[in-house]
């Protein structure tokens, strides 16, 4: 059964078409290796029968003469999109019970073209983390392994569930969100693509939040044309979400075969940081040669404040998840701690117990940078860096059409490595973290394999809106690197 | 600035957090560990720059005010820890 759950999502679909297999025997195959993958903790919440009836179902309308642009299709969803009647925890205790009584509209618009769900996948808790290591329901395993090691590796994050499902396939294809490099950090250290779409391209509705003026959901996948076809439905416009922005979406999938001939990539040369692994530059001046070869034109740019952005966005995102979390008080839903005093007591000690170490941090820097004094030397001047880094942005797109930059500063790192100082960690998102702060698209695309065996990806930019531009990039980009590396089954014997 | 004991704890009752006695230390170094690092921002002039409000530009959506949904008392208090009758309880407020 390998053989079928290795295929792309863009396989599986033409041969559900083809009637050359079921949905049933391929969400089948899937569930069986979810099952056999459990020593990965890829999944909090695993749906397989319910999978199998959606794909009995999915069957019965391909029969009918369903054309559903995902008909049949299994796919894992971050355990942060709300499922009507099936748990949905952002991997926290103060969610461990919540059973959301209505369906996020990325997810719903999923089920409408057909495509059925396998479960839920592991995070970092409320998406905070850059290695699924803040879970509350225990870290997620890296499919991968250095050579000749049995060390476990983080899967990155925060949709560290998401990359390690796609990489060890147990799904066809997975959503993530992407609050500051949560779908592409994980994606480039599994060795797979995602895809943060421009901030307002999908909606949020129905997505816990985390920062909104940064979250935003997109697909995690084995190729580049999956990512397009995952968009395509992912993205509407929602009169649920006022941020949602009422621009067309285009057929990405059409739109990729163009060529790059005559296309201008950006090189930003602020994005060569100390502290990168040097495979990191390596393989970035290799993604310059292979975009040259295409006909691409190289151009060199500057992107002054990039240095700003992580710390600008360690004010603005705590900012948000404090005033955010604000709603878990252990009255309305979720969890309530026992034997309180006096409401305030309930409140308190329900959050105190209900919240994990990260989060308990940033709530208290965003509840510090927004506080009386403190509001104009943190919060205000981090939104002002913001606008200095989206013109940053603005005046380097005059002169191109995309960027091309490194996806992560090194491979995955082993579990533990880097708990011990938040800022270490906080380093993994250095080159992912400017595009939220701008509301840009981005795509990390795996490129290379370093020394050891591990993967690692390159990353497109675009302009605000110009996915097609990007995904076209980024084809160009995955079919010179001819990646095809899949990590050894370990987990499974 | 420096982040003390004292402001890690006046902190935590705004944000309506229990934090341990044992925790307030290590909260301050972890908080003054990241606040020293935030500090570059102060070398940018930022001199007649306009905060950002939203990073996309378009105008804020109106809509008819009208009632769209509603009705759905069962559903909203369904993952209540407390609740009876379509009301939350909580611990007695007024004395």
């Avoid at chain 1, 940064?214 to 439905?233: E, H, S, W, Y």
């Avoid at chain 1, 701690?337 to 105190?352: F, K, N, Q, V």
């Avoid at chain 2, 890690?8 to 909260?27: F, N």
Wanted: glycine residues 10%.
């Amino acid at each position: 059964m390998s053989d079928l759950t290795s295929m792309t999502l863009a396989e599986a679909r033409d041969a559900i078409r083809a009637k050359k297999i079921s949905s049933r025997e391929l969400t089948g195959a899937f569930v069986t290796a979810i099952e056999k993958a459990r020593p990965l903790n890829a999944f909090i919440t695993e749906a397989g029968d319910a999978a199998l009836a959606a794909a009995d179902a999915a069957d019965k309308r391909i029969v009918a003469g369903s054309t559903g642009a995902l008909e049949g299709l299994p796919l894992a969803i971050k355990d942060l999109f709300c499922t009507k009647g099936v748990k949905t925890t952002a991997a926290s205790k103060i969610l461990g019970n919540f059973i959301p009584p209505y369906e996020s509209t990325v997810t719903q618009n999923l089920w409408d073209a057909g495509a059925v769900m396998l479960g839920k996948t592991n995070l970092d808790e409320f998406a905070m983390g850059s290695s699924n290591e803040t879970s509350a329901f225990g870290p997620v395993f890296n499919p991968w392994r250095a050579n000749n090691s049995n060390a476990n590796l983080v899967p990155g994050g925060s949709s560290g569930g998401s990359s390690a499902a796609v990489a060890a396939d147990l799904c066809l294809a997975a959503t993530g969100t992407d609050t500051g490099g949560s779908i592409r950090q994980p994606a480039a250290i599994t060795g797979r693509v995602g895809l943060k779409p421009t901030y307002g391209r999908c909606s949020r509705y129905g997505i816990v939040a985390f920062a909104s003026s940064l979250d935003q959901a997109g697909p995690m996948t084995k190729t580049v044309r999956d990512a397009a076809i995952m968009l395509k439905t992912m993205a509407s416009v929602d009169p649920k979400d006022s941020t949602s922005v009422d621009v067309p979406v285009p057929d990405y999938e059409k739109l990729l075969d163009g060529g790059i001939k005559g296309l201008r990539v950006g090189i930003p040369k602020e994005y060569r940081v100390a502290g990168a692994a040097p495979e990191a530059d390596a393989l970035w001046d290799k993604g310059v040669e292979w975009m040259k070869a295409q006909g691409a034109e190289i151009v060199e740019v500057s992107l002054p404040h990039t240095k700003y952005a992580l710390p600008t966005y360690y004010i603005v995102a705590p900012a948000e998840c404090s005033s955010n979390l604000a709603r878990y008080d252990g009255v309305k839903f979720g969890y309530r701690a026992e034997g309180a005093r006096d409401i305030t007591d309930l409140y308190e000690r329900s959050r105190g117990e209900g919240f994990g170490p990260e989060v308990q941090r940033r709530i208290l820097i965003g509840t510090y940078v927004l506080s009386a004094g403190y509001y104009d030397a943190y919060y205000s001047r981090a939104q002002k860096l913001r606008t200095l880094i989206k013109r940053d942005f603005e005046v380097a797109f005059e002169k191109c059409d995309v960027l091309l930059t490194p996806a992560t500063p090194g491979p995955a790192f082993a579990v533990g490595a880097k708990t011990t100082d938040p800022l270490e960690m906080y380093l993994q998102d250095v080159f992912t973290v400017t595009v939220n702060l701008a509301g840009l698209p981005g795509i990390a695309v795996p490129a290379g394999l370093t020394s050891t065996g591990l993967p690692m990806g390159l990353q497109l930019i675009g302009k605000a809106f110009d996915e097609a531009t990007l995904l076209r990039a980024a084809f160009a980009v995955e079919t010179a690197a001819g990646f095809k590396h899949s990590p050894a089954k370990w987990w499974s014997v | 600035m420096s982040v003390d004991k004292d402001t890690v704890r006046r902190i935590a009752k705004l944000a309506r957090l229990a934090v341990p006695e044992s925790r307030l230390e290590p909260m301050a170094g972890e908080l003054n560990g990241l606040f020293q690092w935030v500090e570059m921002l102060g070398e940018v002039n930022v001199e007649g720059v306009v905060p950002m409000t939203s990073v996309v530009a378009q105008k804020l959506k109106w809509r008819e005010d009208r009632v769209t949904d509603g009705g759905q008392a069962d559903a909203v208090t369904a993952n209540a820890p407390g609740g009876e009758d379509h009301f939350f309880v909580v611990p007695k407020v007024v004395e």
